[in-house]
């Protein structure tokens, strides 16, 4: 059963960094899959944050590209948010999720599978 | 960036009944959306891609159409089972935009 499970602190202190790790069992991260991060703040929508392919690359949404890094270990079969400077904006509960082509342009993909989530809290 | 607008917000409707969400996109793109599902507490969970191809073991009475700008997911019979909130997201380009929500009540 392939899985995706978030982890990482729960609490950050306001300008500090948030740091998120999300591990993927059941399959290799080296496929033609995508893998993002999605953000929901308590009782609010859906934000997208970014997502990275196993070679390294990635596509960051522009509101949080100044702030973000993500990166990605092949041995590790995992990848990670680095997100910086956070404020209470940021309290949410932060999932990875597997972005899934189903034809051979780039823009076909969309989420098949998503972790459970992890709240992060932002607050001194 | 592409917007992504929803309507309505909320609604509620008896069981049995035949649900219209609409979702709209500022910009044209094609039929790269998708719909997802959200019940309360739990992880979202894709109903339908490509504006309009079921997900595999979703229920029938979920379907989709549009493209462009203008997409729309109705439910043929609500059951209680899908109270939840629906989400549209468009994925042609990142920033690979959700829609902020419909939330679906049964009476």
């Known amino acids: 059963q392939v899985q995706l499970q978030e982890s990482g602190p729960g609490l950050v202190k306001p300008s500090g960094t948030l740091s998120l790790t999300c591990v993927l069992s059941?399959?290799?991260?080296?496929?033609?899959?995508?893998w993002s991060w999605v953000r929901q703040p308590p009782g609010k929508g859906l934000e997208w944050i970014g997502e990275i392919f196993h070679s390294g690359t990635t596509n960051y949404n522009p509101s949080l590209i100044s702030r973000m890094t993500m990166s990605v270990d092949k041995s590790g079969n995992h990848f990670s948010l680095t997100l910086r400077s956070v404020t209470a904006a940021d309290t949410a509960v932060y999932h990875c999720?597997?972005?899934?082509?189903?034809?051979?342009?780039?823009?076909?993909?969309?989420?098949?599978?998503w972790g459970p989530g992890i709240l992060v809290t932002v607050s001194s | 960036d592409v917007q992504m607008t929803q309507s309505p917000s909320s609604l509620s409707a008896s069981v049995g009944d035949k649900v219209t969400i609409t979702c709209r996109a500022s910009?044209?793109?094609?039929?790269?959306l998708a719909w997802y599902q959200q019940k309360p507490g739990k992880v979202p969970k894709v109903l339908i891609y490509a504006a309009s191809t079921l997900q595999s073991g979703v229920p029938s009475r979920f379907s989709g159409s549009g493209s462009g700008t203008d997409f729309t997911l109705t439910i043929s019979s609500l059951q209680p089972e899908d109270v939840a909130t629906y989400f549209c997201?468009?994925?042609?380009?990142?920033?690979?935009?959700f829609g902020p929500g419909t939330k679906v009540e049964v009476k």
């Open positions: 997201q468009k994925y042609n380009s990142a920033p690979r935009t």
């Open positions: 999720a597997r972005a899934t082509g189903y034809c051979a342009s780039a823009s076909c993909r969309y989420f098949d599978l």
């Open positions: 910009q044209d793109i094609s039929n790269y």
């Open positions: 059941g399959d290799s991260i080296k496929t033609d899959n995508w």
